[in-house]
């Protein structure tokens, strides 16, 4: 197939061509109804939102367009089939939970996942076992799961039905995870992948190996995230005898929106034509340029980069602050100069890159001065990093619930003092943050490790997301 080709993207300048009267949604009528403020600003693409019109296709029944399109997608990533999503990755990670797994399964999974990992699972009523991965002490933040936990795991509960990784962290470290596919092939279980932030990966080195060439079964990515995909454009990719595809598209359609968005699945048609046409030459040009941009944020005195090896992707930069300030005050203080980035955590601020083309250009010497004279103003913080990850090695290295699921929707909660429930059964999950990793999952036993652990990271100041009444000494459990 001619990857050069944009059929999606095509038949839409066609319709667009022919200077239709619209009588159908959306209500705006190509942009003819809309509000004053705004509508130059949005006028170039309400003539692309459209709906399943004839010569359009349906996402939900292609034979056109967007058939041929995702056709294009699965030659590209070589794989068996190629699905267009346009509710994030987000509904990419549910459905292919729900079609590998069955009430019941027991399912690996790894700790350090997408909360629509965690909705998957409870959405399929599984019995999930959390296998914690290893942490980078120099940074603070948690990595890949290594292959003898796997193989251990898979020892001690023989009847698993699946494996769900995630692969690279939202920082762009990742381990090689083909001997874990590897060991689970030769049981006959799937391995599932939250790849959402690496679409880019099968343009091979100096990137990361792509999870689809390690051979995964099912792999979930945000193309928006480093392609250029409008927000929301995600693609699921389906490469195994053991994923019921009949079962994948049911779920895609019974989750995805009956009225997708055309400018969205224009954009990934459009990426994937992008990544298609990038060269050896763009690869070089790129790692030049990202080779540049380094070593001028190496001389900024204030700034220290993280050093990325072969496990690391050059998309991602993590900076921080050599004088002690938290990864929040340094990300406020770049704000202020205008430059936006992805996250802080408490010690880090992680900058995502653009995957640029040998003939395009980015500010990054203008980034370089804005982020010196932001550095300029900045304050220590007493919050040392390697703390946590001391705290974090006491932590079990595999985990199972106490509640299924389905027992936890209508069970009585209470909030009680955190110095009272040891034993008590957690009814919210509570992260940590940094490494990102959950201490706490829903339905997990509360223990005097437990406890320990967020009173001293509580105490340090730690940023939670949930456990919204431990600053008042309280967690949520069941009754």
């Known amino acids: 197939?001619?990857?050069?080709?944009?059929?999606?993207?095509?038949?839409?300048?066609?319709?667009?061509?022919?200077?239709?009267?619209?009588?159908?949604?959306?209500?705006?009528?190509?942009?003819?109804?809309?509000?004053?403020?705004?509508?130059?600003?949005y006028q170039s693409i309400l003539s692309f939102d459209v709906t399943e019109l004839n010569g359009l296709d349906d996402l939900h029944a292609p034979e056109g367009a967007i058939f041929e399109a995702q056709k294009l997608l699965a030659e590209l990533y070589?794989?068996?089939?190629?699905?267009f999503l346009v509710n994030g990755s987000t509904v990419g990670n549910l459905a292919m939970i729900l079609a590998a797994c069955r009430e019941g399964d027991t399912i690996l999974v790894q700790r350090n996942c997408?909360?629509?990992?965690?909705?998957?699972?409870?959405?399929?009523?599984?019995?999930?076992?959390?296998?914690?991965?290893?942490?980078?002490?120099?940074?603070?933040?948690?990595?890949?799961?290594?292959?003898?936990?796997?193989?251990?795991?898979?020892?001690?509960?023989?009847?698993?039905?699946?494996?769900?990784l995630t692969y690279p962290n939202y920082y762009g470290?990742?381990?090689?995870?083909?001997v874990i596919i590897e060991k689970a092939h030769e049981?006959?279980?799937?391995?599932?992948?939250?790849?959402?932030?690496?679409?880019?990966?099968?343009?091979?080195?100096?990137?990361?190996?792509s999870s689809l060439a390690s051979g995964a079964d099912m792999v979930v990515q945000s193309a928006h995230k480093t392609l250029p995909a409008m927000t929301m454009g995600s693609y699921l990719h389906?490469?195994?005898?053991?994923?019921?595809?009949?079962?994948?598209?049911?779920?895609?359609?019974?989750?995805?929106?009956?009225?997708?968005?055309?400018?969205?699945?224009?954009?990934?048609?459009?990426?994937?034509?992008?990544?298609?046409?990038?060269?050896?030459?763009?690869?070089?040009?790129?790692?030049?340029?990202?080779?540049?941009?380094?070593?001028?944020?190496?001389?900024?005195?204030?700034?220290?980069?993280?050093q990325v090896a072969q496990s690391g992707d050059?998309?991602?930069?993590?900076?921080?602050?050599?004088?002690?300030?938290?990864?929040?005050?340094?990300?406020?203080?770049?704000?202020?100069?205008?430059?936006?980035?992805?996250?802080?955590?408490?010690?880090?601020?992680?900058?995502?890159?653009?995957?640029?083309?040998?003939?395009m250009e980015y500010p990054f010497s203008e980034t370089i001065q804005k982020i010196s004279e932001a550095t300029a103003e900045l304050e220590p913080s007493p919050f040392s990093p390697d703390e946590v990850a001391d705290i974090y090695e006491k932590e079990s290295a595999m985990a199972e619930l106490q509640l299924s699921y389905k027992d936890m929707v209508d069970k009585p909660k209470q909030l009680v003092a955190l110095k009272n429930s040891s034993g008590r059964i957690a009814a919210e999950m509570i992260i940590p943050y940094p490494p990102g990793v959950p201490l706490i999952m829903a339905g997990e036993l509360m223990d005097e490790n437990k406890l320990t652990q967020l009173e001293e990271l509580s105490a340090k100041g730690t940023r939670f997301h949930g456990g919204s009444g431990l600053r008042a000494g309280s967690v949520w459990v069941f009754e």
């Open 173 to 178: 470290l990742g381990n090689d995870i083909s």
């Open 78 to 83: 070589k794989v068996r089939e190629s699905y």
């Open 187 to 209: 049981k006959g279980i799937p391995v599932l992948v939250d790849e959402a932030h690496g679409a880019h990966f099968i343009l091979g080195s100096p990137f990361l190996n």
């Open 314 to 359: 050059p998309l991602k930069i993590t900076i921080r602050s050599r004088e002690g300030a938290t990864g929040f005050q340094l990300q406020k203080a770049l704000e202020k100069k205008d430059v936006f980035t992805e996250l802080a955590d408490t010690r880090n601020v992680l900058l995502v890159l653009p995957l640029l083309k040998a003939e």
């Open 1 to 41: 197939m001619n990857q050069s080709k944009i059929p999606l993207f095509d038949a839409l300048l066609q319709h667009k061509s022919k200077k239709t009267i619209s009588y159908h949604v959306p209500g705006h009528k190509g942009g003819l109804v809309f509000t004053e403020k705004g509508h130059h600003e």
């Open 238 to 306: 389906v490469n195994s005898d053991l994923i019921d595809s009949d079962k994948i598209r049911f779920y895609l359609q019974m989750l995805q929106s009956s009225s997708p968005s055309y400018p969205i699945m224009a954009s990934l048609d459009l990426a994937r034509s992008y990544l298609a046409s990038f060269t050896d030459k763009d690869k070089k040009a790129l790692g030049e340029k990202i080779k540049g941009f380094r070593q001028q944020l190496d001389h900024l005195p204030d700034i220290k980069v993280l």
């Open 114 to 164: 997408h909360k629509s990992i965690l909705h998957g699972l409870m959405l399929a009523n599984v019995k999930p076992v959390f296998l914690s991965p290893v942490l980078d002490r120099e940074w603070g933040v948690a990595g890949g799961i290594e292959s003898s936990l796997i193989a251990e795991a898979l020892s001690k509960y023989p009847d698993t039905k699946a494996i769900i």
